[in-house]
């Protein structure tokens, strides 16, 4: 088993370009989620999903859209990123509602210039 | 808002010593707490949880004591390693799936 796997690791963009980070998971876990973690500030929910198919918004969910059409996949969009989105990504998975254990992804650095 | 505060930024402890890492959080909904670890550029991985029903969940070396009523948990480390050495998250899971986080202590055991 992989885990859960985040691509890419590092990212430079502009301001008022557009990307997708991306997340998989081989576990087979029902529940996704998506964190930015700053510095003082902790891990902060974006967005996360109960299943295929169902997504909401978690924390901080501005400026960023999800989808999971597959159990496996959970990427994360930035419509138009700005400096305020500079920050580590995070994609976690969990078996479901009931285990609360958490299993995170390696991260991505993104910066916005 | 932050509704899980971890208000010590850092902590040095001498090996085999106790640790003791703090959280406090304000929303009296949530109904499970969690810590996490921490290495550079890695995810964070569960450590230990408690349910909101018992006061006390020991797991080996570590064992995490909840204070409802002062809305205060705690995480013991004994004896400390150097290689727990790392960013300790405490993190509180209310019914609604939300899940908030601490701003993290960074430990340090010296050899």
């Known amino acids: 088993n992989a885990g859960v796997t985040q691509t890419p690791k590092f990212q430079v963009l502009k301001t008022g370009q557009s990307m997708t980070l991306q997340c998989a998971q081989d576990?087979?876990?029902?529940?996704m989620s998506w964190y930015r973690q700053d510095p003082g500030m902790g891990l902060r929910l974006i967005h996360y999903?109960?299943?295929?198919?169902?997504?909401d918004q978690g924390e901080v969910p501005n400026g960023y859209n999800v989808s999971r059409s597959t159990t496996e996949d959970f990427p994360l969009r930035l419509l138009s990123a700005a400096p305020s989105q500079t920050s580590v990504y995070f994609c976690?998975?969990?078996?479901?509602?009931?285990?609360?254990?958490?299993?995170f992804g390696p991260g991505t650095r993104l910066t916005v210039t | 808002d932050q509704q899980v505060k971890q208000n010590s930024p850092s902590l040095s402890v001498q090996e085999g010593r106790i640790s003791i890492l703090n959280c406090d959080y304000t929303?009296?909904?949530?109904?499970?707490f969690l810590w996490y670890k921490k290495y550079p550029a890695e995810g964070p991985t569960f450590l230990i949880s408690?349910?909101?029903?018992?006061d006390k969940n020991e797991d080996g070396r570590f064992t995490v004591f909840l204070n409802k009523s002062a809305k205060h948990l705690s995480l013991h480390i004994v004896p400390s390693q150097p290689g727990d050495s790392a960013v300790y998250f405490c993190?509180?899971?209310?019914?609604?799936?939300?899940?908030?986080f601490g701003a993290g202590t960074r430990l340090t055991v010296k050899p």
């Open positions: 976690a998975s969990t078996r479901d509602r009931v285990s609360y254990e958490q299993y």
């Open positions: 576990m087979n876990h029902e529940y």
């Open positions: 999903s109960v299943g295929a198919g169902i997504t």
């Open positions: 929303n009296s909904m949530f109904d499970y």
């Open positions: 408690i349910s909101s029903i018992k």
């Open positions: 993190a509180a899971r209310a019914y609604n799936n939300d899940m908030r």
